[in-house]
């Protein structure tokens, strides 16, 4: 695959596209740093850490969880001057593919990386919210929502619909 030139001026890409493809809208954290206190309680609690380091703004913000603090794709992204990773010269790197098949969220940011090259950051986000969101009442909802937090719908979007096996599998190991 070729690098591509990010088709938006850094200044203006949305804290919830990182710099990987992941669209942080429909990260569990950022959910609940936003909406669910008690959902980001409980997630503090299952990882063993504070809900301050839980806590997540988006890739891009001032205020990222401890876990997207550490993260080596950001922090080589950020080195090399690179808005997201597939702008880089040696884009898909071992470490980039390592981090894409370690969990069902991320199974699709290779085909999103793509996207954005193609689209744009802006443009992305918006089609990244139609495939995260519930048919029915529009929530966005994270990958491991199964069923729609707010309406209960089954599947709760388009993403879980295509990749539910991956996900309830997961879930089964946690």
Request: proline share 6%.
């Amino acid at each position: 695959m070729t690098p591509f030139e990010s088709k938006t001026d850094p200044s203006q890409i949305p804290p919830a596209a990182a710099v990987c493809g992941l669209f942080c809208e429909a990260c569990a954290a950022f959910i609940a740093s936003q909406e669910d206190p008690k959902r980001l309680s409980f997630l503090a609690a299952r990882m063993g850490q504070t809900e301050e380091d839980t806590y997540c703004e988006g890739c891009r913000s001032e205020r990222r969880s401890k876990y997207c603090r550490s993260c080596t794709l950001f922090a080589c992204a950020t080195e090399r001057g690179h808005a997201f990773c597939g702008e880089c010269t040696e884009y898909p790197c071992p470490e980039f593919e390592s981090f894409r098949q370690e969990r069902p969220h991320r199974a699709e940011i290779a085909r999103d990386m793509e996207r954005i090259g193609v689209a744009g950051a802006q443009a992305w986000v918006a089609q990244a919210r139609e495939r995260y969101m519930c048919p029915e009442c529009r929530t966005i909802n994270s990958a491991y929502d199964l069923k729609c937090r707010t309406c209960g719908h089954d599947p709760s979007t388009p993403f879980v619909a295509e990749h539910r096996e991956a996900i309830a599998e997961r879930l089964s190991r946690q």
